[in-house]
């Protein structure tokens, strides 16, 4: 559904998220640095900013009042506040974003564990874990990062960190939200969002749509943009508060669709320079579908104010299918696109048949339906139990969780001719002929954490246990109905602890220092011996207030005795997602984060100002071959690609009871897109870049304000990636605008 016509209606109306009144704008200095923030207590890491800023590790939580903020849709943009961070984009509106926690590798997010509401949320985290499904952050309530030591609570992936969503809580009074935007790109935004709670029972109901035409340039000025629907209803059962033994029963559901013209297909470097919004005609069948949806149940118990359990059962199903332009054939030779895009010189007439300069045959254009299934289902459970000493403070924790997880692949291959710009299908392919198989994991995982807290030290020990069996049911291309005449069957299986301790020392309240040493870990593939990933990571900071300017610097070393890599279509390699080893690495870093009001004692006024900064450096310790794109022959000294070794976010703001201004600024250095070392060849960089964006409120009642949001204020053109194949460019400049009412 289309939001254009709803905007206008809303227009009448109003919209948008409301803050809370510790969130309100007559109390906004700067939302990074304020302590009152409301605790979410439902599936949660943190819950405020207080609890992150205390932890024995590297955390961050983004607060509804820095959300609304900021005013971003895109993950990406979100994120990239965060030093430690590292975002590689691909769509410009972060449908499917590539993030890296502290070096890890950023394809399809895979090497970092992905949660909403404290669930596993990538489509299958264990048996194939790059997430081509992410959820909107336009109707999250808050997000946590967590980096570095005791993190071992998180799993599967410890070496680099975990991220959780935090999905519209359910208000403790009958309340709503209504939100509209429209803007460049014929883009449109409608949410809503009613809730209510009385003794015994709360809920809400909230709808997000999120649409575009899209920014880029494809033949007869086709959509190239995305349509995506959200539906969340939260229901909630609870005891009397004055129980004894405080109990709730919570069901969320969650559905979400989407239908987005995207390809994987870019532009060389000369095609790039000249206009880099522009498609090839040959990616005009390119289209992703999808379908999510989610049930989540959650029991609550206290049975004191010391003593409670909180147990998740979850079900998470994933159907996709993305249609694209896979390889092209010219005089009897195939070639892969991204081959193509990369030697346009070697392969004249495969090039002219992508851009549609030459008429091509039939059968000449190969799309692959590269349709898949995935299931993702467990039941978790965590056990707290919190004690006083005399000068000290214990806590326990215990996790369990038993989890299923499957990727069913079943795709196939259509054919087709290009005439006259205009693709025609001559072959149409028999799904399941090109991949039949389904890869699986079952994983049971525990852990126990004891925080111990004498004065002002803080210790926090903690193990982790995964015990995964992961196997492939291969049945083949020629048996399609899965009789299993050919079925070939391949499993692995895992056994590890992982340790974890950190530590936090306040000198007083304006002085800390923390730091810890846990291990790393990521699941290996399903072949037989395949061993998993496995790190030491190491780090070291201090969070302080200093004259006003509050703070934190860490610096950090993550030893891997042996990274995997994955081979991912969407990183230019084959699609196999077949895992191999790329043995022993070092990253090493500081991340710092600066926050200073500078109207701090302004009662009418606040500027508030941030400044957050990371240095990456990686190395490959060791050389090896591989048939991943963006790896290929790594030689001992070479750097991990797609890392940006300097990278620079900063905002100024100007904010008042009646309205807030906030210019964000970031710096993203120049990263190679293979491995290597020494000065980067051009076809294998992607150029640093700086973006302005811009966000404005105005509140023209206690209930009813009025927002604009300006993307790549200066409209720099600028790339951002080089996979799957060739160059990828980011947002260019976009002004979005809408209304917001809360009642």
Not at 215 to 235: E, Q, R, S
Not at 241 to 270: H, M, P, R, W
């Amino acid at each position: 559904m289309k939001t254009k016509f709803l905007f206008f209606i809303l227009l009448i109306t109003s919209s948008v998220i409301a803050q809370n009144t510790n969130d309100s704008v007559n109390n906004s200095t700067d939302s990074i640095q304020k302590l009152e923030e409301v605790l979410i207590k439902t599936n949660v890491i943190f819950g405020n900013k207080y609890i992150a800023k205390n932890r024995t590790g590297s955390a961050y939580y983004i607060s509804p009042a820095e959300l609304k903020k900021l005013g971003y849709t895109d993950i990406n943009r979100v994120l990239k506040t965060v030093p430690g961070v590292t975002i590689v984009e691909e769509d410009g509106f972060g449908l499917r974003p590539n993030i890296s926690l502290r070096g890890t590798s950023p394809e399809r997010s895979a090497k970092i564990s992905l949660m909403e509401d404290g669930v596993l949320i990538a489509p299958a985290p264990y048996s194939a874990s790059a997430a081509y499904y992410f959820p909107s952050v336009a109707r999250m309530e808050a997000v946590e990062i967590l980096k570095g030591s005791s993190q071992v609570q998180y799993g599967p992936f410890t070496s680099g960190g975990a991220i959780n969503m935090v999905s519209t809580q359910i208000p403790d009074h009958f309340s709503g939200r209504i939100k509209a935007t429209y803007g460049s790109f014929n883009s449109g935004q409608v949410y809503a969002s009613v809730g209510d709670s009385n003794k015994n029972f709360g809920y809400n109901v909230e709808y997000l749509n999120f649409n575009s035409d899209g920014f880029k340039n494809l033949l007869n000025d086709a959509n190239t943009g995305f349509d995506k629907n959200d539906v969340v209803a939260k229901f909630r059962l609870n005891t009397d508060k004055e129980a004894k033994i405080q109990q709730s029963f919570e069901t969320k559901f969650q559905f979400a669709d989407e239908v987005s013209n995207e390809t994987y297909l870019g532009l060389t470097d000369t095609d790039f320079k000249k206009n880099p919004f522009d498609r090839y005609a040959s990616s005009q069948e390119d289209q992703m579908t999808n379908e999510h949806i989610q049930l989540l149940l959650t029991h609550n118990i206290e049975f004191s104010k010391n003593f409670a359990i909180t147990t998740n059962g979850y079900f998470n199903r994933f159907e996709r299918n993305w249609y694209k332009l896979n390889d092209i054939t010219a005089n009897g030779d195939k070639e892969s696109i991204a081959n193509i895009v990369a030697n346009p010189d070697l392969y004249p007439t495969h090039f002219n048949y992508m851009t549609g300069v030459e008429n091509a045959p039939a059968d000449a254009l190969t799309v692959k339906a590269n349709n898949r299934k995935y299931i993702s289902k467990g039941v978790q459970t965590k056990l707290d139990y919190h004690f006083y000493g005399e000068n000290t403070f214990h806590d326990i924790e215990l996790g369990l969780r038993y989890h299923y997880d499957e990727e069913d692949r079943f795709q196939w291959k259509d054919y087709y001719s290009i005439i006259d710009n205009t693709m025609q299908l001559t072959t149409k392919g028999i799904p399941g002929t090109d991949a039949n198989r389904i890869s699986s994991a079952k994983a049971f995982a525990s852990y126990v954490m004891y925080k111990f807290k004498y004065k002002n030290l803080t210790l926090t020990p903690g193990l982790r246990y995964e015990n995964i069996v992961l196997k492939r049911e291969n049945y083949g291309t020629s048996d399609v109905s899965r009789t299993g005449i050919d079925l070939s069957v391949r499993e692995n299986k895992v056994d590890i602890f992982i340790p974890g301790i950190g530590f936090n020392y306040k000198f007083n309240n304006n002085y800390s220092v923390f730091g810890g040493v846990h291990k790393g870990f990521s699941p290996p593939g399903n072949e037989d011996g395949q061993k998993p990933e496995e790190s030491i990571n190491y780090e070291l900071g201090s969070r302080f207030n200093f004259k006003g300017v509050k703070g934190e610097v860490v610096a950090f070393y993550n030893d891997y005795s042996n990274l995997l890599g994955s081979d991912l279509a969407a990183s230019g390699g084959t699609g196999s997602l077949d895992v191999f080893n790329a043995g022993e690495v070092a990253v090493k870093g500081l991340e710092v984060l600066l926050n200073y009001d500078a109207l701090q004692n302004n009662s009418n006024f606040s500027l508030p100002l941030t400044v957050g900064y990371t240095y990456t450096d990686t190395e490959f310790l060791n050389s090896f071959g591989s048939d991943d794109g963006i790896w290929g022959t790594v030689s001992e000294g070479d750097e991990i690609p797609y890392i940006a070794k300097h990278q620079l976010n900063t905002s100024i703001g100007l904010e008042h009871k009646k309205y807030s201004i906030n210019l964000n600024g970031r710096y993203n250095g120049a990263f190679r897109t293979v491995s290597g070392t020494g000065s980067i060849p051009e076809n294998q960089k992607v150029e640093s870049a700086i973006v302005l964006d811009l966000a404005g409120r105005y509140h023209i009642t206690s209930k009813l304000s009025a927002t604009a949001n300006i993307i790549n204020l200066l409209d720099n053109e600028y790339a951002v990636s080089r996979v799957p194949a060739g160059l990828r460019p980011g947002h260019p400049f976009g002004i979005y605008a809408g209304l917001e009412f809360q009642f």
